[in-house]
């Protein structure tokens, strides 16, 4: 598993996270359990991503 997306997706599922929190005004780390299943599922998503594009890409 390549480092550069698993990177990626923690952030995006964190930021996501956190982002949503400031919008309804909570505190940004309130239940810390959603972030961390927030950055697992931002991880599945773009290595998912990434394999698709490869695969999409050798298809041509």
Request: charged fraction near 15%; proline fraction near 7%; avoid cysteine.
């Amino acid at each position: 598993m390549p480092a550069t997306p698993t990177i990626i997706g923690a952030l995006l599922g964190l930021g996501t996270q956190m982002y949503s929190n400031a919008l309804r005004k909570l505190p940004y780390m309130r239940h810390p359990w959603e972030h961390v299943l927030g950055m697992g599922l931002g991880v599945v998503f773009v290595n998912q991503l990434v394999k698709f594009d490869e695969k999409s890409l050798l298809s041509y």
